[in-house]
């Protein structure tokens, strides 16, 4: 063996396979070359090995999240953090604090702060006024609340068509409240705000990806490649390494040029690459617009994104058909149904096709993940960062008791055989991979111990959650050589103060992280 570049020891290595666990890796040319003991270890060094003993700390895989949303989510966080108000009050307080000269910027909002009133923007306006242009992202990041004055400076007076399941909430008069559900309509406003400057920006993803890096993750699942991603990761890429790798899945809508989306697969670079396309089958539960076998408590949630359903499995066919991966948002019950059918219809491939949040679904569906190799995509903390155990939050009152209590079934799809790959949604909810493990395990947010747990019966173990983030995660993305520690393997690698199996959770969630590596090289160290 040539001399290594890196050797790292630690107490406890997770190899994530069977056989003797080792305590010190070699890596060189970005990959491992060696695994043994710290005394094989003195054999790997040459002149310029860096050498590095952890000591008790436990070195793992490198952790992936399987859902982010890094270029829209530096768009998406502009403005005053809002995700901590929980009622009106706190909402107008924040709001009159932050107003400035020009327009007033949000993001974060949970629906449940309007306590089961329908959301409109009377309480912004008994914050600011009717003549302060405010916009405001919807936690969910599918929805926005406007003023009047922004309603009015984007021309809107009255209900909008759309080519999906998009629309501008009225009253009963064909006014609007200001609610905006969906891509489509959130876009007439936010398509006028003033721009940021493309530094700004890139500065803005660095310090994202570096923040990512320092929680331990050495990967993640770009759910977006619009507007300049292209020019962003070419121009940090042209600077140095990126800290994080990225595989990116450019959204398609009703109506979009699907030769195009085939074109994007060329698309890489050192540390990222194009390789899927992200649908969207329906929106969310919150909004309305989820899709469901029955209507919700409101009488909402009863249709498809795409105004005729057949028109996804065409375009998701067509993209299959030239070796796309296909990667399905999918809410309710009847969507997830509807893209499983699809799905069984397409060619099997290398990457797997995946569904990602699966937030309500009956028995039926469960199996069938693992008999079409379907990966299931979800977000731990969706469910406990949203939902209460009570069942007394928006999203679960809007689907009742039935639908609540089937709900976020992550246990029952591992144990019926299903791929499952775990992530944040980033920035739906915060990307830190120690506090979605440990709420994996807790059906909690990690911290929160007299906080009940949300059908516990759905906890994962120690050992799952962290397959969800490397071995399940290596799988989805049809990469043998990523996802568990072995010679060939890449040497991405994340390093924690305590293990990740055997700590308690709520502690793993606030320990510290020494080290992560990518492709062999310290992409974060404390």
């Given at each position: 063996m040539t001399s290594a570049d890196l050797i790292l020891m630690a107490d406890r290595i997770h190899t994530m396979g069977s056989g003797p666990q080792p305590t010190a890796l070699a890596v060189a040319g970005g990959r491992i070359v060696a695994a043994g003991d710290r005394a094989a270890a003195r054999d790997w060094r040459g002149p310029h090995t860096e050498v590095l003993d952890l000591g008790a700390a436990t070195i793992t895989p490198g952790l992936v999240d399987g859902h982010a949303h890094p270029v829209m989510g530096i768009g998406l966080t502009r403005g005053v953090d809002l995700s901590g108000v929980r009622t009106l009050s706190d909402l107008k307080l924040v709001l009159r604090a932050a107003r400035g000269s020009?327009?007033?910027?949000?993001?974060?909002?949970?629906?449940?702060?309007?306590?089961?009133?329908?959301?409109?923007?009377?309480?912004?306006?008994?914050?600011?006024?009717?003549?302060?242009?405010?916009?405001?992202?919807?936690?969910?990041?599918?929805?926005?609340?406007?003023?009047?004055?922004?309603l009015e400076v984007a021309g809107i007076t009255g209900p909008r068509s759309f080519g999906s399941g998009a629309s501008v909430v009225c009253d009963g008069e064909g006014r609007p409240t200001g609610h905006l559900l969906e891509l489509e309509a959130v876009e007439l406003v936010r398509g006028i705000l003033p721009g940021d400057a493309f530094a700004d920006r890139c500065a803005r993803l660095r310090e994202l990806m570096a923040r990512m890096a320092a929680c331990g993750l050495t990967g993640a699942n770009a759910m977006d490649f619009e507007e300049d991603s292209l020019d962003l990761f070419r121009a940090l890429e042209a600077d140095g390494e990126l800290p994080v790798r990225w595989r990116c899945a450019p959204f398609v809508m009703p109506g979009a040029a699907l030769p195009e989306v085939v074109e994007k697969q060329r698309l890489r670079g050192r540390r990222w690459q194009v390789e899927g396309a992200k649908f969207m089958i329906d929106g969310t539960v919150d909004g309305g617009t989820a899709w469901l076998d029955e209507p919700d408590t409101h009488?909402?949630?009863t249709a498809c994104f795409w105004p005729d359903p057949a028109e996804y499995a065409a375009a998701a066919g067509y993209l299959a058909g030239h070796g796309v991966p296909i990667v399905t948002h999918a809410i309710g019950?009847?969507?997830?149904?509807?893209?499983?059918?699809?799905?069984?219809?397409?060619?099997r491939m290398r990457v797997p096709h995946r569904i990602e949040h699966l937030e309500t679904m009956p028995c039926d569906l469960i199996g069938r993940f693992a008999q079409l190799d379907v990966t299931a995509s979800m977000q731990p903390t969706h469910c406990t960062h949203y939902t209460r155990a009570d069942h007394s939050d928006n999203w679960s009152r809007r689907l009742g008791k039935l639908r609540a209590d089937r709900a976020f079934r992550a246990r029952d799809l591992r144990e019926n055989g299903a791929r499952l790959a775990l992530g944040s949604d980033w920035p739906i909810a915060p990307f830190d991979p120690r506090g979605i493990l440990a709420a994996a395990r807790l059906r909690?947010?990690?911290?929160?111990?007299?906080?009940?747990?949300?059908?516990?019966?759905?906890?994962?173990?120690?050992?799952?959650?962290?397959?969800?983030?490397?071995?399940?995660?290596?799988?989805?993305?049809?990469?043998?050589?990523?996802?568990?520690?072995?010679?060939?393997?890449r040497a991405d690698l994340s390093v924690f103060e305590l293990d990740p199996l055997t700590a308690d959770p709520d502690e793993f969630a606030e320990s510290a992280v020494p080290l992560t590596v990518v492709a062999g090289t310290v992409a974060h160290r404390a």
């Open positions: 020009g327009w007033l910027e949000g993001w974060g909002l949970d629906p449940n702060a309007f306590g089961g009133a329908p959301v409109t923007s009377a309480p912004v306006v008994e914050a600011v006024g009717p003549d302060v242009p405010v916009f405001l992202r919807m936690f969910d990041a599918h929805s926005a609340l406007v003023s009047p004055r922004a009488g909402e949630s019950d009847a969507g997830i149904r509807y893209v499983l059918d699809t799905f069984a219809a397409l060619p909690r947010p990690a911290g929160s111990p007299t906080t009940p747990p949300v059908l516990p019966e759905q906890a994962l173990t120690a050992r799952m959650a962290l397959e969800g983030y490397t071995t399940q995660a290596a799988a989805a993305a049809g990469q043998p050589d990523a996802g568990r520690i072995g010679v060939g393997c």
